[in-house]
T-cell receptor, first 113, second 113 residues
Framework: KAGVTQTPRYLIKTRGQQVTLSCSPI?????VSWYQQTPGQGLQFLFE???????NKGNFPGRFSGRQFSNSRSEMNVSTLELGDSALYLC????????????FGEGSRLTVL | AQSVTQPDIHITVSEGASLELRCNYS??????LFWYVQSPGQGLQLLLK??????LVQGIKGFEAEFKRSQSSFNLRKPSVHWSDAAEYFC???????????FGTGTQLKVEL
């Protein structure tokens, strides 16, 4: 059974650009969450989608957005990139309701120059 | 505010020695609790979880954790550490709706041969 797949794995952008990251959850998983991981702030929750609806959002500016498609695949977008957006962005999916038992992908490493 | 604290940033143990990683939580009610492990360049892997019931939970790779309500703690233990256990360990809690997790800052484990 394939795990959570994130693309691209690595990318480099410059300040002011925008970026879109993609996440394919484990087959049958309907909830997808996104986390930002940085050395300074650690793991921070961005948002969660379930059945194409955002049902939780972390404390990030509006430049960070996401969506989920009918096949449960999800994308997140960051507009007007800042240097501080450099991070590992992790996607996770879950099968069994609201247990918090997450299965993570390997992440997308974003570097903003 | 809900929070998860991991007091130890770095821990070094000798291979074959026992291990205990500390985790404390601050929530209004007992949250669901988790331990995740992250190897360099990888996503997070779930080691074990506590929802309710037996306060000693067993996980993968020989890890176990004990929930102590009186101390608001959920410490991770392993009787004999292997060199391959070197990684970063995160304690996490789910205290509200959905699958939003609050993570501790992580403990970096180094194993000396």
């Amino acid at each position: 059974k394939a795990g959570v797949t994130q693309t691209p794995r690595y990318l480099i952008k410059t300040r002011g650009q925008q970026v879109t990251l993609s996440c394919s959850p484990i087959s049958g998983h309907r909830s997808v969450s996104w986390y930002q991981q940085t050395p300074g702030q650690g793991l921070q929750f961005l948002f969660e989608y379930f059945s194409e609806t955002q049902r939780n959002k972390g404390n990030f500016p509006g430049r960070f957005s996401g969506r989920q498609f009918s096949n449960s695949r999800s994308e997140m977008n960051v507009s007007t990139l800042e240097l501080g957006d450099s991070a590992l962005y992790l996607c996770a999916s879950t099968l069994r309701g609201d247990t918090g038992e997450l299965f993570f992908g390997e992440g997308s490493r974003l570097t903003v120059l | 505010a809900q929070s998860v604290t991991q007091p130890d940033i770095h821990i070094t143990v000798s291979e074959g020695a026992s291990l205990e990683l500390r985790c404390n939580y601050s929530y209004g009610a007992t949250p669901y609790l988790f331990w995740y492990v992250q190897s360099p360049g990888q996503g997070l892997q779930l080691l074990l979880k506590y929802f309710s019931g037996d306060t000693l939970v067993q996980g993968i790779k020989g890890f176990e954790a004990e929930f102590k309500r009186s101390q608001s703690s959920f410490n991770l233990r392993k009787p004999s550490v292997h060199w391959s256990d070197a990684a970063e360990y995160f304690c996490a809690a789910r205290g509200g709706g959905g699958n939003k997790l609050t993570f501790g800052t992580g403990t970096q484990l180094k194993v000396e041969l």
